[in-house]
């Protein structure tokens, strides 16, 4: 089992910045990708990052705002957020792409239980 678990939300001023991290634990798995995801009140859930071996992707909303990393050693994935928007405002969920070794031919899409980001005027 893979199990993700988010921090870094809070509140902040619009311009600010903050930086969420994933950190993921289990075994028996390997990971495809990873990215950051948000749902805002009476939004649907929207990607804002991902991250893979080779490449990021990032939502038009976010672009030159936000970066998506890794650190392998530690687990770890981040989202540094700068000039943070009250638009920005969301709950954001860390998203793991894994398969199982146990049944590699299905994708399993694995999500933390997310961290509030409120962004005020």
């Known amino acids: 089992q893979v199990r993700l678990v988010e921090s870094g939300g809070g509140l902040v001023q619009a311009g600010g910045s903050l930086r969420l991290s994933c950190v993921v634990s289990g075994s028996g798995f390997s990971i495809n990708a990873m990215g950051w995801y948000r749902q805002a009140p009476g939004k649907q859930r929207e990607m804002v990052a991902r991250?893979?071996?080779?490449?990021?992707n990032y939502a038009d909303s976010v672009k030159g705002r936000f970066t998506i990393s890794r650190d392998n050693a530690k687990n770890t994935v981040y989202l540094q957020m700068n000039n943070l928007k009250p638009e920005d405002t969301a709950v954001y969920s860390c998203?793991?792409?894994?398969?199982?070794?146990?049944?590699?031919?299905?994708?399993?899409?694995?999500w933390g239980q997310g961290t509030q980001v409120t962004v005020s005027s």
């Open positions: 991250i893979t071996s080779g490449s990021t």
């Open positions: 998203n793991a792409d894994c398969r199982y070794y146990s049944n590699y031919s299905r994708r399993n899409l694995v």
